[in-house]
């Protein structure tokens, strides 16, 4: 779902502003008598200070005039317990009015909120994913401890070079399931997100699917359908997830090689997952793309036991030990 814009916004919370005043003086007449005379006495106050009064008092007696209807209306207000703010409109937020900006060229921060929200819609990642970050990565689950360090510390490398828009190496995650490469590649996509950049994360065979559906489906606008393809090819970041689980084909291998070619024409970096090795990439794709797949790309090696199996034991054990 699109942003919807400022200009919109504050034209909708405007109209809700009118219809709730329209419908409070029709349940208290007496409250729109207050407001029509306070701005008779602001009229009046105006033309006193061009010296052209047309009732006959002094600007003391109409600010008086003025302070005593606002503490009438209060004093309704809190009678019949009315929100004390009614007369205001209920801005999303206070600070930028929904303008979008907290000062002339900087965004407020309700509104890179927004964005995050719909950059992170827009990603891929399920809620499971958002909570996968560097902070929650741990190396406790590892015998050789030195060795995913190293990993942690080249994937933060690379997330942050990616978010300062610097060159870099692509990464290759490899090694058996539930040893922590989507977690590291959540971490990385959430990272780069935080930093303000685009980031798709799809299964290889969501990805080839998609490509599919933008290719294929006369039945979607054929423009959108474009947009959507080039969104996908030059998005900032693409983390492509379970690499080999496809069923392979021609058709998969021209795509795989159109996308990594697009790609690397426009200098824009990947992470590949998989629980193949650099041997059986080799050997499942021809040459053509596994030397787009491994000879871009930093390679990281995670290997132990599964992390998901190690965790679910040892909360058999702390069940078992109450």
């Not at 779902?1 to 909708?12: D, I």
């Not at 209920?90 to 002339?104: N, R, Y």
């Not at 998005?235 to 058709?251: H, K, M, R, W, Y």
């Not at 990439?281 to 491994?294: A, F, N, V």
């Given at each position: 779902?699109?942003?919807?814009?400022?200009?919109?916004?504050?034209?909708?919370k405007i109209a809700e502003?009118?219809?709730?005043?329209?419908?409070?003086?029709?349940?208290?007449?007496?409250?729109?008598?207050?407001?029509?005379?306070?701005?008779?006495?602001?009229?009046?106050?105006?033309?006193?200070?061009?010296?052209?009064?047309?009732?006959?008092?002094?600007?003391?007696?109409?600010?008086?005039?003025?302070?005593?209807?606002?503490?009438?209306?209060?004093?309704?207000?809190?009678k019949n317990r009315l929100?004390?703010?009614?007369?205001?409109?209920?801005?999303?937020?206070?600070?930028?009015?929904?303008?979008?900006?907290?000062?002339?060229?900087?965004?407020c921060s309700c509104r890179?909120?927004?964005?995050?929200?719909?950059?992170?819609?827009?990603?891929?990642?399920?809620?499971?994913?958002?909570?996968?970050?560097?902070?929650?990565?741990?190396?406790?689950?590892?015998?050789?401890?030195?060795?995913?360090?190293?990993?942690?510390?080249?994937?933060?490398?690379?997330?942050?070079?990616?978010?300062?828009?610097?060159?870099?190496?692509?990464?290759?995650?490899?090694?058996?399931?539930?040893?922590?490469?989507?977690?590291?590649?959540?971490?990385?996509?959430?990272?780069?997100?935080?930093?303000?950049?685009?980031?798709?994360?799809?299964?290889?065979?969501?990805?080839?699917?998609?490509?599919?559906?933008?290719?294929?489906?006369?039945?979607?606008?054929?423009?959108?359908?474009?947009?959507?393809?080039?969104?996908?090819?030059?998005?900032?970041?693409?983390?492509?997830?379970?690499?080999?689980?496809?069923?392979?084909?021609?058709?998969?291998?021209?795509?795989?090689?159109?996308?990594?070619?697009?790609?690397?024409?426009?200098?824009?970096?990947?992470?590949?997952?998989?629980?193949?090795?650099?041997?059986?990439?080799?050997?499942?794709?021809?040459?053509?793309?596994?030397?787009?797949?491994?000879?871009?790309?930093?390679?990281?090696?995670?290997?132990?036991?599964?992390?998901?199996?190690?965790?679910?034991?040892?909360?058999?054990?702390?069940?078992?030990?109450?």
């Open positions: 779902m699109a942003l919807q814009s400022s200009g919109v916004k504050r034209q909708k502003w009118e219809i709730r005043i329209q419908l409070l003086h029709q349940k208290y007449p007496r409250l729109e008598e207050i407001s029509n005379l306070y701005g008779r006495y602001s009229l009046e106050l105006a033309l006193v200070e061009l010296g052209n009064g047309r009732m006959g008092i002094d600007r003391e007696e109409i600010i008086k005039s003025q302070e005593a209807l606002m503490q009438e209306r209060k004093d309704i207000v809190i929100p004390d703010n009614i007369y205001n409109i209920w801005w999303d937020c206070e600070i930028c009015k929904d303008t979008g900006f907290a000062e002339p060229g900087k965004k890179l909120q927004e964005l995050f929200l719909e950059r992170w819609r827009e990603s891929g990642l399920s809620p499971e994913q958002e909570r996968q970050t560097f902070g929650s990565f741990s190396l406790d689950w590892y015998n050789d401890k030195e060795k995913h360090h190293e990993n942690l510390g080249r994937c933060i490398d690379f997330a942050d070079q990616v978010s300062n828009n610097q060159s870099v190496e692509n990464l290759f995650l490899y090694g058996p399931v539930g040893t922590g490469k989507t977690h590291l590649c959540s971490s990385i996509a959430n990272y780069v997100l935080q930093a303000g950049k685009s980031v798709i994360y799809l299964k290889t065979s969501q990805l080839l699917d998609l490509i599919r559906q933008y290719k294929f489906n006369n039945s979607q606008d054929e423009q959108s359908n474009n947009q959507k393809l080039k969104h996908l090819y030059q998005v900032a970041l693409l983390i492509i997830d379970d690499l080999g689980t496809e069923n392979s084909s021609d058709f998969v291998k021209e795509q795989l090689l159109l996308l990594l070619d697009e790609r690397i024409n426009y200098h824009l970096p990947w992470v590949i997952s998989t629980n193949l090795t650099p041997n059986e990439i080799g050997t499942m794709y021809e040459d053509r793309l596994s030397d787009r797949i491994l000879g871009t790309s930093q390679m990281l090696r995670f290997d132990g036991e599964s992390i998901r199996r190690q965790k679910k034991l040892l909360k058999k054990d702390v069940v078992s030990n109450k």
